[in-house]
C-alpha cells in the first residue's frame, strides 16, 4: 500500500533562508509523488510532481523537491523563503504509478512560516 | 477558465440535521473526486465520479454519506443525518482524464455541533 509521512508539522524560517520539508513514502511499485500547497482561504494547488522522467523535479515558485529511491525520500525545497510561500504543504503519493494521478493519499501537512 | 467551485464556503449545523455540499467542476472534466479533512488528520478520498458514474467509493465513511453527480456536471454531497465526527473539510477535485492533474477547490467547512 502506498503511504506517505511528512516528518515536521511546522517548520519556521526566516525571510531569505533556504526551505526544507521533508517527506517520506512509502509504496509497493514505482511511485508517483506530488506536492501541494494551500495558502489560507485558497483551494490545493500542485507545485510539482514526481514522474519517474527525472529525479530532480522543478515546481513552480522556485520550489524543487529531489526523488531519492534508496532513502524512499522526496524533500521539497527553495534557496530562498519568501513572506508569500506562508502556507500549508502536503506531500501525496498516488494510488497509480508512472505519474499518472489517481486517487491521491495526503500526508498530514506541513505548515510553513516565514518571519521577515 | 473559472476552476472548481465549492458551495458554501462554510456551514454549522446541528448534530441529526442534513447538510448537502455541492461542487462545480471545471467544464469539461469528467472527473471529480471528493476528499475530506477531519481536524487534526490527512485529507482521505472519499469518492471519484467518472462523467455521472462511481468509479470507486472506497473512501466513504458510511451510509450517512450519499455522493450523486446527476447528468455529469455538478456533484453534491449529502450528510444525512449528520454526527459530531463529521466535521471537517470538504474537498472537491476535478480533471480532464483520468490520471491528469486534478484541480483542487476551496473546500468547504463543515461544523457540526
Known amino acids: 500500500a502506498q503511504s506517505v509521512t511528512q516528518l515536521d508539522s511546522h517548520v519556521s524560517v526566516s525571510e531569505g533562508t533556504p526551505v526544507l520539508l521533508r517527506c517520506n513514502y512509502s509504496?509497493?511499485?514505482?511511485?508517483?509523488l506530488f506536492w501541494y500547497v494551500q495558502h489560507p482561504n485558497k483551494g490545493l494547488q500542485l507545485l510539482l510532481k514526481?514522474?519517474?522522467?527525472?529525479?530532480l523535479v522543478k515546481g513552480i515558485n522556485g520550489f524543487e523537491a529531489e526523488f531519492k529511491k534508496s532513502e524512499t525520500s522526496f524533500h521539497l525545497t527553495k534557496p530562498s523563503a519568501h513572506m508569500s510561500d506562508a502556507a500549508e504543504y502536503f506531500c501525496?503519493?498516488?494510488?497509480?504509478?508512472?505519474?499518472?494521478?489517481?486517487?491521491?493519499?495526503f500526508g498530514k501537512g506541513t505548515k510553513l512560516s516565514v518571519k521577515p | 477558465e473559472a476552476g472548481v467551485t465549492q458551495f458554501p464556503s462554510h456551514s454549522v449545523i446541528e448534530k441529526g440535521q442534513t447538510v448537502t455540499l455541492r461542487c462545480d467542476p471545471i467544464s469539461g472534466h469528467d472527473n471529480l473526486y471528493w476528499y475530506r479533512r477531519v481536524m487534526g488528520k490527512e485529507i482521505k478520498f472519499l469518492l471519484h465520479f467518472v462523467k455521472e458514474s462511481k468509479q470507486d467509493e472506497s473512501g466513504m465513511p458510511n451510509n450517512r454519506f450519499l455522493a450523486e453527480r446527476t447528468g455529469g456536471t455538478y456533484s453534491t454531497l449529502k450528510v444525512q443525518p449528520a454526527e459530531l465526527e463529521d466535521s471537517g473539510v470538504y474537498f472537491c477535485a476535478s480533471s480532464r482524464r483520468q490520471g491528469t492533474e486534478a484541480f483542487f477547490g476551496q473546500g468547504t467547512r463543515l461544523t457540526v455541533v
Open positions: 514526481y514522474t519517474s522522467a527525472a529525479t
Open positions: 501525496v503519493v498516488s494510488d497509480r504509478g508512472g505519474g499518472s494521478q489517481g486517487n491521491l493519499i
Open positions: 509504496s509497493s511499485y514505482s511511485p508517483s
